[in-house]
């Protein structure tokens, strides 16, 4: 409940603030330059301010208790190898939380790749071997060494400017030939009914080039993972991870930066954010070592 309280505040927070900024600047949407501006800022504001304050809201969602002093030797140890491998990556010590939860998952979130969140469940300290756990640390790290939240909210931000801007000039276009041109520049019903329907249909388009890149970052932090902690090391903790794959409490913010995703097939596999296990794993399986040691640019 608390999740879902949290979400809607969030996002009626945004749009509230982004209309007093509007008014206050005296942006018309009705123009095709006060369109693109308003566009933009919806489109973008809702991501970046997501981004933002993303770490604050996985805390809230997750209950998730930040280690400041180790309180025992398998806190000492998650922050020791987290430690490590941000050191390797080249970026900041990231915060170390544990969260309750019975599957075996772990996520990083933040705006910026110095000061970031890893946290892992308690099923996955319950399930996980040392070796697999520190894989699973490591392709969160490699999430946060590669950018990956504030290209993620990038890319969101230009697909919702897409939608937007699109579907009210369809709108503008088909309600013309329905209406007739108005001296007043106002638009009919027919406006709204094809804005209404074309949001949904132009969004499902971009949810699916969203979670195309979604997936392929997986592949990309299996990669950093398997350089971090060892290709063995990835293989072993994605077999493991098979055991509750496709069962996920985490909050919808920061589901696409779990190690585990949902399970799909046939449309359905379009809109997931991770890639099945098993291609995952062969991937791994088939990239020479060479080809492993070489993406070490892509963490550091």
Same mark, same amino acid.
């Given at each position: 409940?608390?999740?879902?309280?949290?979400?809607?505040? $969030?996002?009626?927070?945004?749009?509230?603030?982004? #209309?007093?900024?509007?008014?206050?600047?005296?942006?018309?949407?009705?123009?095709?330059?006060?369109?693109?501006?308003?566009?933009?800022?919806?489109?973008?504001?809702?991501?970046?301010? #997501?981004?933002?304050?993303?770490?604050?809201?996985?805390?809230?969602?997750?209950?998730?208790?930040?280690?400041?002093?180790?309180?025992?030797? =398998?806190?000492?140890?998650?922050?020791?190898?987290?430690?490590?491998?941000?050191?390797?990556?080249?970026?900041?010590?990231?915060?170390?939380?544990?969260?309750?939860?019975?599957?075996?998952?772990?996520?990083?979130?933040?705006?910026?790749?110095?000061?970031?969140?890893?946290?892992?469940? $308690?099923?996955?300290?319950?399930?996980?071997?040392?070796?697999?756990?520190?894989?699973?640390?490591?392709?969160?790290? #490699?999430?946060?060494?590669?950018?990956?939240?504030?290209?993620?909210?990038?890319?969101?931000?230009?697909?919702? =400017?897409?939608?937007?801007?699109?579907?009210?000039?369809?709108?503008?276009?088909?309600?013309?030939?329905?209406?007739?041109?108005?001296?007043?520049?106002?638009?009919?019903?027919?406006?709204?009914?094809?804005?209404?329907?074309?949001?949904?249909?132009?969004?499902?388009?971009?949810?699916?080039?969203?979670?195309?890149?979604?997936?392929?970052?997986?592949?990309?932090?299996?990669?950093?993972?398997?350089?971090?902690?060892?290709?063995?090391?990835?293989?072993?903790?994605?077999?493991?991870?098979?055991?509750?794959?496709?069962?996920?409490?985490?909050?919808?913010?920061?589901?696409?930066?779990?190690?585990?995703?949902?399970?799909?097939?046939?449309?359905?596999?379009?809109?997931?954010?991770?890639?099945?296990?098993?291609?995952?794993?062969?991937?791994?399986?088939?990239?020479?070592?060479?080809?492993?040691?070489?993406?070490? #640019?892509?963490?550091?």
């Amino acid at each position: 409940m608390m999740r879902i309280v949290l979400f809607l505040a $969030t996002n009626l927070a945004v749009l509230a603030l982004l #209309s007093v900024v509007m008014a206050v600047f005296g942006i018309d949407p009705r123009s095709n330059g006060g369109l693109l501006v308003m566009a933009a800022m919806f489109g973008f504001g809702g991501s970046i301010i #997501s981004l933002l304050i993303s770490k604050w809201i996985a805390k809230k969602t997750t209950g998730a208790h930040v280690i400041g002093e180790p309180r025992n030797e =398998t806190e000492r140890w998650l922050v020791q190898t987290v430690r490590r491998q941000a050191e390797a990556a080249g970026i900041g010590m990231p915060e170390v939380a544990i969260y309750d939860a019975p599957e075996i998952n772990a996520f990083a979130t933040g705006a910026n790749r110095n000061n970031a969140l890893v946290a892992v469940s $308690t099923g996955l300290l319950r399930a996980m071997q040392r070796d697999e756990a520190e894989a699973v640390l490591a392709h969160e790290v #490699s999430h946060v060494a590669n950018g990956d939240m504030v290209t993620m909210a990038l890319l969101q931000g230009v697909l919702n =400017t897409f939608v937007i801007v699109l579907a009210r000039l369809v709108g503008r276009v088909v309600d013309g030939m329905l209406g007739g041109q108005r001296d007043d520049g106002s638009v009919g019903i027919g406006y709204y009914a094809v804005v209404f329907v074309l949001d949904m249909v132009f969004g499902v388009f971009a949810s699916i080039i969203a979670m195309w890149f979604s997936r392929w970052r997986e592949f990309r932090a299996d990669a950093g993972g398997a350089q971090l902690a060892g290709r063995h090391k990835m293989i072993a903790a994605l077999e493991r991870l098979s055991a509750t794959y496709g069962t996920s409490t985490l909050p919808k913010q920061v589901q696409a930066f779990g190690i585990s995703g949902g399970v799909g097939h046939g449309l359905r596999r379009l809109f997931l954010s991770h890639p099945p296990l098993e291609e995952r794993i062969a991937a791994l399986r088939n990239a020479a070592p060479a080809t492993v040691d070489a993406r070490r #640019s892509v963490v550091s």
